[in-house]
């Protein structure tokens, strides 16, 4: 028994020091580092602990049939949340509260049959939301209201007959780029109020395999998209039917047979509403930043709308108490930017005489200051440069000097005599031996002229008698010694 604990001990050891070991991982579930997987574990209700640390609880394929308010306030992370294949068929009031960082929520393959208004309340973070494949029959009007963040909602494979299109505006939902409605039960839709949809939702629109009727109001909207090259009609150009006069007998496919709407008067096509593209614009806080709103529309009767993921729509009314100002043209001015005021910032340039509107986005970075006491590298390198440079230039053009007048140093290394008779063939066996045995590098020096060997060999001279006199005090000296 000893031996086991022994040899288990590092294992719970680390178990203690790991980050939110101390909440236990459901017996049902599997937890791997931020997710939480307790998918096809037959649950009739909710673990009644989850770890705190989630960022992804997949509970898809149970038998859930409620969940209580505020089911998931415990779980401040919680990012992506599956509950798809369940047994679903309404959400409490309050189901989602503290919950609001939720970006993708899964509830397709349910049993929903009305989406209430209050479902998806203080997800203002919420950015995919999938309700396919359940028993929709309505969508209440305000069910999208909050949801500013939202990128694309799946409502297709339901019985949905009508749908809150009034509720989506550029303002609301600045970001929407996916609706699909496919497969449902809708027949006569406001058309006023899907042409009134942001341009980039029409773009993202999916109405096929419904129950339309076939009427001028109708045919223009798709005529329209047709005309302007839409995926969501290009892609499933045999899927779009309407029936005539009401009866599902007689369906035609519209966009592949017009012969039947020669006699309606289709509107003047007008211009798509244009995304210029994303730029990045990335600062120091503290400094000040101005983010241009240029656009494919000109004129001087233009009004322009800032929206940001972080603060919301930005008015002039609500920029009084900031240090960010808008100018005429449309320009915002964040006067000392911080890093809480990072994000996506979107304007919408609208001229309203010719109905055309076009989106100008700016993804802002806000960086930290440096810290107290760095130094810049650029201007470290640029130093050494210029020393180097200083260097090599010294190096090239101050020279020793070498003018007749400047006395020359007395060598005192020792100069050795040329003397032919002393050469031994570089290919003899000899030579060979102490080229192997001393690898030296030898340099050349110049031929010497006549006058230049006089002077060496009086300099010869000189240092040999002073050797011989140093020699013989050295003798004496040693005498000396040795009588001693």
């Given at each position: 028994r000893r031996s086991r604990l022994g040899s288990g001990s590092p294992l719970l050891v680390l178990l203690l020091v790991l980050p939110g070991s101390e909440e236990a991982c459901p017996s049902v579930c599997l937890c791997l580092s931020d997710t939480v997987s307790c998918s096809s574990s037959g649950l009739t209700k909710l673990p009644l602990s989850l770890p705190s640390f989630s960022v992804t609880l997949d509970l898809s394929h149970n038998y859930l049939s409620w969940l209580f308010p505020a089911s998931f306030k415990k779980m401040p992370r919680l990012e992506n949340l599956r509950m798809a294949h369940n047994q679903l068929d309404s959400l409490a009031e309050g189901v989602?509260?503290?919950?609001?960082?939720?970006?993708?929520?899964?509830?397709?393959?349910?049993k929903l049959h009305v989406v209430e208004q209050h479902y998806f309340q203080g997800l203002w973070r919420l950015e995919e939301l999938l309700l396919f494949n359940n028993k929709i029959t309505q969508v209440e009007g305000g069910t999208l209201s909050g949801l500013s963040s939202l990128k694309k909602a799946y409502f297709?494979?339901?019985?949905?007959?009508?749908?809150?299109?009034?509720?989506?505006?550029?303002?609301?939902?600045?970001?929407?780029?996916?609706?699909?409605?496919?497969?449902?039960?809708?027949?006569?839709?406001?058309?006023?109020?899907?042409?009134?949809?942001?341009?980039?939702?029409?773009?993202?629109?999916?109405?096929?395999?419904?129950?339309?009727?076939?009427d001028c109001s109708m045919y223009s909207v798709f005529w329209h998209w047709d005309l302007r090259g839409y995926n969501s009609l290009r892609d499933f150009a045999d899927e779009h039917t309407c029936s005539v006069e009401g009866n599902p007998r007689a369906s035609i496919r519209f966009l592949r047979?017009?012969?039947f709407f020669r006699n309606c008067t289709v509107e003047k096509p007008v211009s798509l509403p244009v995304t210029v593209l994303l730029s990045h614009v990335t600062v120091t806080e503290g400094q000040r930043?101005?983010?241009?709103?240029?656009?494919?529309?000109?004129?001087?009767?233009?009004?322009?709308?800032?929206?940001?993921?972080?603060?919301?729509?930005?008015?002039?009314?609500?920029?009084?108490?900031?240090?960010?100002?808008?100018?005429?043209?449309?320009?915002?001015?964040?006067?000392?930017?911080?890093?809480?005021?990072?994000?996506?910032?979107?304007?919408t340039a609208a001229d309203v005489k010719q109905a055309l509107n076009a989106t100008r986005e700016v993804n802002v970075t806000v960086l930290p200051p440096p810290p107290p006491g760095s130094f810049n590298t650029g201007y470290t390198t640029l130093l050494g440069c210029v020393v180097t440079t200083i260097g090599v230039l010294a190096y090239l053009y101050m020279t020793p000097c070498r003018c007749g007048w400047c006395k020359q140093p007395r060598?005192?290394?020792?100069?050795?005599?040329?003397?032919?008779?002393?050469?031994?063939?570089?290919?003899?066996?000899?030579?060979?031996?102490?080229?192997?045995?001393?690898?030296?590098?030898?340099?050349?020096?110049?031929?010497?002229?006549?006058k230049q060997i006089g002077l060496l060999f009086q300099t010869n001279k000189?240092?040999?008698?002073?050797?011989?006199?140093?020699?013989?005090?050295?003798?004496?000296?040693d005498k000396y010694l040795q009588q001693l």
């Open positions: 989602f509260r503290n919950a609001s960082g939720l970006r993708h929520l899964d509830l397709s393959s349910n297709s494979i339901n019985q949905i007959t009508d749908f809150p299109f009034f509720s989506i505006r550029d303002h609301s939902h600045p970001f929407l780029t996916m609706l699909d409605l496919s497969s449902n039960r809708m027949s006569r839709l406001p058309w006023e109020d899907v042409k009134a949809l942001p341009g980039l939702v029409q773009r993202g629109l999916y109405l096929h395999n419904n129950s339309l009727i076939c047979h017009s012969r930043v101005r983010l241009d709103c240029q656009t494919p529309l000109s004129g001087t009767e233009l009004s322009f709308t800032w929206l940001s993921t972080g603060k919301g729509r930005l008015t002039r009314a609500s920029m009084n108490d900031t240090l960010m100002s808008m100018f005429d043209n449309g320009t915002l001015e964040i006067g000392a930017a911080k890093v809480n005021d990072s994000g996506l910032y979107v304007c060598s005192a290394i020792p100069i050795s005599t040329y003397d032919p008779s002393t050469l031994t063939p570089v290919f003899s066996p000899s030579a060979r031996d102490k080229i192997n045995t001393h690898k030296h590098v030898a340099f050349m020096e110049p031929t010497r002229t006549n000189k240092d040999a008698v002073s050797l011989n006199a140093n020699r013989k005090n050295y003798n004496s000296s």
